[in-house]
């Protein structure tokens, strides 16, 4: 079981690392940042409605005693991560995004060991400090001013993620495919509310009508990938404890070298390097020697 969720988890962190791009390909597009995700999620939440209603042979239901922990992890956990995800992304430079972002990972297994007593041994410890310095080197974050509000939202998204990858372990009980069908159905609530509110414009005022048939083929996908990168990784959680797969979700950070240096020709500095060993050093450390 725990093979399989450590498949599931750099399965995951490989859907994971095409979003950077889309955000990117789709704000050049044209796509205001709360519709971007707003749209998105429509098609992620059609495709997850779909994949429930094929796949579940059991009717929703929910225990009361849940109602808040579902509430927390729909809309802070997913619908607004996301938001927040990619308003870093888009206001301050993509390296303090992704450095701060990414902490969810040192986060993540502080709050499972103080709210779901998970064990964190000697070897957590030395791959929660070896991540950190991984993350250092990849990024090699700016000062804090240069961080601005961007910053901001890159810390939230990165306490939303934390949460959302704790609580699903308290909700161990609800489905993969029923808890994207949740998160994606509040998500489209949430932001599409937001999106009318902050962007009224560009529905009103003729913006979404000049999207381009290739932005809205670039929406459609990520939505998919979306939804593929949440179901895997929710799925790998059954198996695996948080410390365990909040590092190896760093994984996403090699497939990330390794695409800009397949498709873009960008070579890697020794830093780049040296930040990509101690993360694979990293996750064989949770792997073989973590509490999982």
């Keep these: ?22 955000i990117r390909t789709l704000g050049g597009g044209g796509l205001p940042p709360v519709s971007q995700v707003f749209l998105r999620y429509i098609v992620a939440f059609l ?4 994949y429930f209603f094929r796949t ?26 996301n938001l927040f995800y990619t308003y870093g992304m888009l206001n301050t430079y993509v390296s303090n995004a992704l450095f701060l972002s990414f902490t969810f990972a040192i986060i993540a297994p502080i709050l499972a060991h103080i709210f779901l007593k998970d064990k964190i041994n000697v070897f957590n410890v030395a791959a929660l400090a070896t991540a950190t310095v991984a993350l250092v080197l990849l990024f090699q974050p700016n000062a804090i001013p240069t961080w601005k509000i961007g910053g901001a939202f890159a810390i939230l998204s990165a306490l939303g993620q934390a949460i959302y990858l704790v609580i699903r372990k308290k909700l161990k009980n ?20 937001l999106s009318l509110i902050i962007e009224r414009s560009f529905y009103f005022q003729g913006g979404i009508q000049r999207i381009s048939a290739n932005t809205w083929m670039t929406t459609v996908l990520f939505g998919i990938d979306n939804f593929l990168a949440w ?4 799925k790998g ?16 950070l090699l497939f990330g070298i390794s695409f800009a240096f397949l498709f873009f020709q960008e070579i890697p500095t020794f830093a780049t390097l040296a ?15 973590g509490e999982n």
């Design 56 to 81: 579940s042979k059991n009717k929703i239901h929910i225990q009361k005693k849940d109602v808040a922990l579902l509430l927390i992890t729909t809309i802070f956990g997913y619908a607004l991560s």
């Design 275 to 289: 930040g990509g060993v101690l993360i694979l050093l990293s996750s064989l450390l949770v792997i073989l020697k």
């Design 47 to 50: 495709t997850a409605a779909f």
């Design 1 to 22: 079981m725990k093979n399989r969720g450590i498949f599931l988890i750099l399965l995951s962190a490989l859907l994971y690392s095409i979003m950077p791009v889309l």
């Design 237 to 252: 959680f059954e198996y695996v404890k948080a410390a365990t797969g909040s590092i190896l979700l760093l994984s996403e």
């Design 231 to 234: 179901l895997v990784m929710t």
């Design 174 to 193: 609800y489905s993969a495919s029923f808890l994207m069908l949740a998160n994606t159905c509040v998500g489209v609530i949430i932001l599409g509310f």
